[in-house]
Nanobody, 124 residues
Framework: QVQLVESGGGLVQAGGSLRVSCAAS????????MGWFRQAPGKEREFVAA????????YYADSVKGRFTISRDNAKNTVYLQMNSLKVEDTAVYYC?????????????????WGQGTQVTVSS
C-alpha cells in the first residue's frame, strides 16, 4: 500500500509560479506510475499530468502543456508539479495519485492510491 501526502499549495498571483510536492510512503514508489489531477468547485476531477516509473515519459493535459512540468525523485519517494505562468482557471485542489501500472495514465479510474489534496488558488 502507498500513502501520499501533498504539500506546497497556496495563494499566488496570475502569472506566478508554484511547486507542489507529493511524498509517498512505502518502498515500492519507483514501481508506480504517478499522476496529478485537479478539481475545481462544481467541476469534475481532471487530469493534469502523469509520469512513468523512470521519469522517461511524461504526459500533460493540453490546458497546462508548456506551463507545467511533472518530475519525480525516486530516491526521495517524491513527485513534483512545477507550475509556471499560472492562470486564474488553474485554481483547484490538486491531488497526486499512484498507478500500479508503470506508465501512468490520463484516467483517474486507473489510479490505485490518492493523496488528500492541496489547494492552489490563483488570484487576478
Amino acid at each position: 500500500q502507498v500513502q501520499l501526502v501533498e504539500s506546497g499549495g497556496g495563494l499566488v498571483q496570475a502569472g506566478g509560479s508554484l511547486r507542489v510536492s507529493c511524498a509517498a510512503s512505502g518502498r515500492r514508489f519507483s514501481s508506480y506510475g504517478m499522476g496529478w489531477f485537479r478539481q475545481a468547485p462544481g467541476k469534475e476531477r481532471e487530469f493534469v499530468a502523469a509520469i512513468s516509473t523512470s521519469g522517461g515519459s511524461t504526459y500533460y493535459a493540453d490546458s497546462v502543456k508548456g506551463r507545467f512540468t511533472i518530475s519525480r525523485d525516486n530516491a526521495k519517494n517524491t513527485v513534483y508539479l512545477q507550475m509556471n505562468s499560472l492562470k486564474v482557471e488553474d485554481t483547484a485542489v490538486y491531488y497526486c495519485a499512484a498507478d500500479r501500472e508503470p506508465s501512468g495514465s490520463y484516467y483517474y479510474r486507473d489510479y490505485d492510491y490518492w493523496g488528500q489534496g492541496t489547494q492552489v488558488t490563483v488570484s487576478s
